[in-house]
């Protein structure tokens, strides 16, 4: 069976989704503005530093009495003269070079050895090859350059995105099963909707319950509980024409077959006493037909259920004798009983076994006796002898006018009847083709409900649809 997609999942996964794009998006916007406080801050220390190392370096050159003119080489090998300057102390996260007016370096930090100069030097802030600067110039013509040599600036900036991006990484989880949780919790009352709508069948068409439903769902209780009115007046209506036709019709059809038997013996084998016999025949079936309509008017009002146990022996023993007193079926039906106790109507009971013994004496061998068995004390067999029923015939059964491979007189009718009685009342109607340890033959096992919860009978959960065996 295909999975069908939840609308819990989807809502965890998009919120979910949404939440950390928001969180994406609102730190990426605090990395912009905090990389540029960080270029700003360190600019700053830049410009600082120019400030606080060029009037050091201009004084420490006119110190060694050449006015400043002296120009100072990066290597320290050489005499006196061409020591190189005393370096001024500074934050070892930047360099300098220091120029004079003329625009020859007096003083270069160690650190600059290898830094490639520009031709024109800028003043302010400026970027050479990927590292920033800041050049300033003072009133006597000297100037310095600062270069940034440190990672600071990428360092800080990617400080900022851990610090930002590592807590979602660990949250995302978090957020997702608290919306994933949150969710289950909102959608509580749309399950108890739903049990509450799959309750409902044929037979209870009650109005839902709409009470205690969000504002959302409670529109849909509503409107569910105004079309199972509808389908309920439907329903009613059509039992109630059906019930009333086949009741109307049995006294005109037994009024029509008891002039069509007078009118047969007065007759004798004169004219027209076959057809006679064929309009009897038409007649008893049409009356064995509004019968079986009223069983099922009847049934299809729920009588079935009984929330009390009752000693369903002597109705059994009552039907089976009916059967053996006819004229039709005399001494043909054979009982096995013992004790049965079930939760189901009598009458209820008592038109289930009927429809089924009469299906298997009619659908039989001829001749041949059907046994009535009480199997334990929840479950009646009904056995009959006679040719297999195939399993896609033995599905069938069971349904409403549905008839097997047979050419025996019947509505189709007698097996619906009994496995909606033993539905509505918990239980379950089971059909074998071939009987229980025979090798031909029909069986229908009638699974009794208990008000003891015993569930398994036979193998065959009480409540269950029709189950096949073939």
């Given at each position: 069976m295909?999975r069908?997609?939840?609308i819990?999942?989807?809502?965890?996964?998009?919120?979910?989704a949404?939440?950390?794009?928001?969180?994406?998006?609102a730190?990426?916007?605090?990395?912009?503005?905090?990389?540029?406080?960080?270029?700003?801050?360190?600019d700053?220390?830049?410009?600082?530093?120019a400030q606080?190392?060029?009037?050091?370096a201009?004084?420490?050159?006119?110190?060694?009495?050449?006015g400043?003119?002296?120009?100072?080489r990066?290597d320290?090998?050489?005499?006196?003269?061409?020591?190189?300057?005393?370096?001024?102390?500074h934050?070892s996260?930047f360099t300098?070079v220091?120029?004079?007016?003329?625009g020859d370096?007096?003083?270069?930090?160690h650190?600059?050895?290898?830094f490639?100069?520009?031709?024109?030097?800028?003043d302010g802030?400026?970027?050479?090859d990927?590292q920033r600067?800041?050049?300033?110039?003072?009133?006597?013509?000297?100037?310095?350059l600062?270069?940034?040599?440190s990672?600071?600036?990428?360092?800080?900036?990617m400080?900022?995105?851990?610090a930002?991006g590592?807590?979602?990484?660990?949250?995302?989880?978090?957020?997702?099963?608290?919306?994933?949780?949150?969710?289950?919790?909102?959608?509580?009352?749309?399950e108890?909707?739903?049990r509450?709508i799959a309750k409902?069948?044929?037979k209870?068409?009650?109005?839902?319950?709409?009470?205690?439903?969000?504002a959302e769902?409670?529109?849909?209780?509503?409107a569910v509980?105004?079309?199972?009115s509808?389908l309920?007046?439907?329903?009613?209506?059509?039992?109630?024409?059906?019930?009333?036709?086949?009741h109307?019709?049995?006294?005109?059809?037994a009024?029509?077959?008891?002039q069509t038997?007078q009118?047969?013996a007065e007759l004798?084998?004169?004219?027209g006493?076959?057809?006679?016999?064929?309009i009897?025949?038409?007649?008893?079936?049409?009356a064995?037909l509004?019968?079986k309509?009223?069983q099922l008017?009847?049934?299809?009002?729920?009588?079935?259920?009984?929330?009390?146990?009752a000693?369903?022996?002597?109705?059994?023993?009552?039907v089976v004798?009916?059967?053996n007193?006819?004229?039709l079926?005399?001494?043909?039906?054979q009982?096995a009983a013992?004790?049965?106790?079930?939760?189901?109507?009598p009458?209820?009971?008592?038109i289930?076994?009927?429809?089924?013994v009469?299906?298997?004496?009619?659908?039989g061998a001829t001749?041949?006796?059907?046994?009535?068995i009480v199997?334990?004390?929840?479950?009646?067999?009904?056995?009959?002898?006679?040719d297999?029923?195939a399993?896609?015939?033995l599905?069938r059964?069971?349904q409403?006018f549905?008839?097997g491979?047979?050419t025996?007189?019947?509505?189709?009718l007698?097996l619906?009847?009994?496995?909606?009685?033993?539905e509505q009342?918990?239980?379950a109607?089971v059909?074998?083709?071939?009987?229980?340890?025979?090798?031909?033959?029909f069986e229908a096992?009638?699974?009794?409900?208990?008000c003891?919860?015993?569930?398994?009978?036979?193998?065959v959960e009480?409540?269950a649809?029709?189950k096949?065996?073939?």
């Amino acid at each position: 069976m295909k999975r069908r997609p939840s609308i819990a999942l989807r809502l965890a996964l998009g919120l979910t989704a949404g939440m950390a794009l928001l969180w994406i998006g609102a730190a990426a916007i605090s990395v912009s503005v905090m990389q540029h406080e960080l270029n700003e801050a360190y600019d700053d220390s830049l410009e600082q530093s120019a400030q606080r190392l060029l009037p050091l370096a201009v004084h420490d050159l006119r110190e060694r009495g050449d006015g400043g003119r002296q120009i100072v080489r990066v290597d320290d090998e050489g005499g006196d003269d061409d020591r190189p300057a005393r370096p001024v102390p500074h934050d070892s996260s930047f360099t300098y070079v220091v120029f004079d007016s003329l625009g020859d370096i007096v003083l270069r930090d160690h650190q600059a050895a290898d830094f490639a100069l520009p031709a024109d030097l800028p003043d302010g802030f400026a970027d050479i090859d990927g590292q920033r600067t800041f050049g300033l110039t003072d009133r006597t013509g000297f100037s310095i350059l600062i270069v940034e040599t440190s990672d600071r600036r990428l360092n800080g900036l990617m400080d900022a995105i851990s610090a930002l991006g590592f807590p979602l990484l660990a949250l995302l989880p978090l957020m997702a099963g608290g919306v994933w949780l949150a969710m289950r919790l909102a959608l509580r009352p749309l399950e108890a909707l739903r049990r509450d709508i799959a309750k409902r069948d044929s037979k209870n068409l009650e109005p839902l319950l709409s009470d205690g439903h969000p504002a959302e769902l409670a529109p849909i209780a509503e409107a569910v509980g105004a079309l199972m009115s509808r389908l309920k007046s439907a329903l009613d209506a059509e039992r109630s024409f059906a019930a009333r036709s086949a009741h109307e019709l049995r006294t005109p059809i037994a009024g029509a077959l008891a002039q069509t038997q007078q009118l047969a013996a007065e007759l004798g084998n004169g004219p027209g006493a076959a057809r006679l016999v064929e309009i009897e025949a038409a007649l008893k079936k049409l009356a064995k037909l509004s019968e079986k309509l009223l069983q099922l008017a009847r049934v299809e009002t729920g009588f079935a259920q009984s929330d009390r146990q009752a000693d369903l022996l002597p109705v059994l023993n009552m039907v089976v004798h009916d059967f053996n007193a006819s004229t039709l079926w005399r001494d043909r039906v054979q009982v096995a009983a013992g004790d049965l106790v079930a939760a189901i109507d009598p009458d209820a009971f008592a038109i289930a076994l009927r429809n089924l013994v009469e299906n298997a004496l009619k659908h039989g061998a001829t001749g041949q006796p059907v046994q009535v068995i009480v199997a334990g004390t929840g479950a009646v067999r009904v056995i009959n002898h006679g040719d297999l029923v195939a399993a896609a015939d033995l599905a069938r059964l069971g349904q409403p006018f549905a008839r097997g491979d047979t050419t025996a007189d019947g509505s189709g009718l007698g097996l619906s009847i009994a496995r909606t009685i033993l539905e509505q009342a918990g239980g379950a109607l089971v059909l074998h083709s071939p009987a229980s340890g025979a090798m031909d033959g029909f069986e229908a096992v009638m699974v009794l409900p208990r008000c003891d919860n015993d569930q398994t009978i036979y193998g065959v959960e009480t409540g269950a649809d029709i189950k096949v065996k073939a």
